[in-house]
C-alpha cells in the first residue's frame, strides 16, 4: 500500500521539479542584463586638525558601471581591503538599498583588522547619502 502512495508523490515532484527548472531557464533567457551608471552624493567630513583619514570607496574615482542581471535595482554590497600608510589593515564597506527605480540609499562604514604594533590608526569616515542612477 506505501508504494501505491508514495510511487504517485514521487512522479508528481519529478514533473513539478521539470516544471520549475522550465520556468527557471525560461526566466533566465527572457530577462536583459541592464547597465546603469551610478553617482554616489555623500558629505566628505572633515577630519579635525592634524588627524588623517581613509575612504576605501568603490566611487574613489567617480562614478561607476554596475550591471544588473535582470534589469532591476537590487541591494548592493562592495567591500575594499587595503592596508595604509598608517600601519592598519582596513576594511571599507559600502551598501546601497534601492529606493526607488533611480536611487539608492547609501552607507558606509570602515572596520580595522588589525595594526602593527606602535601604529596610530586613522580616524574612521562613517558616510551615508544616496547613489543615484545617470543614464
Not at 40 to 48: C, E, G, R, S
Not at 55 to 81: E, K
Not at 83 to 96: A, N, Q, S, V
Amino acid at each position: 500500500m506505501q508504494q501505491v502512495v508514495f510511487a504517485p508523490l514521487v512522479k508528481s515532484l519529478a514533473i513539478a521539479a521539470a516544471l520549475v527548472g522550465a520556468n527557471v531557464v525560461h526566466d533566465a533567457t527572457t530577462t536583459h542584463p541592464v547597465t546603469h551608471r551610478l553617482a554616489l552624493h555623500a558629505p566628505n567630513p572633515t577630519p579635525p586638525p592634524g588627524y588623517v583619514t581613509t575612504y576605501l570607496s568603490a566611487f574613489l574615482d567617480g562614478d561607476i558601471d554596475v550591471t544588473f542581471h535582470d534589469g532591476n535595482l537590487h541591494p548592493l554590497t562592495f567591500r575594499v581591503r587595503a592596508t595604509l600608510g598608517d600601519g592598519c589593515r582596513w576594511l571599507g564597506t559600502e551598501r546601497l538599498v534601492p529606493i526607488d527605480d533611480e536611487t539608492f540609499a547609501y552607507d558606509y562604514s570602515e572596520t580595522i583588522l588589525d595594526c602593527d604594533a606602535g601604529a596610530t590608526p586613522a580616524l574612521k569616515t562613517p558616510r551615508a547619502g544616496i547613489v543615484t542612477v545617470v543614464d
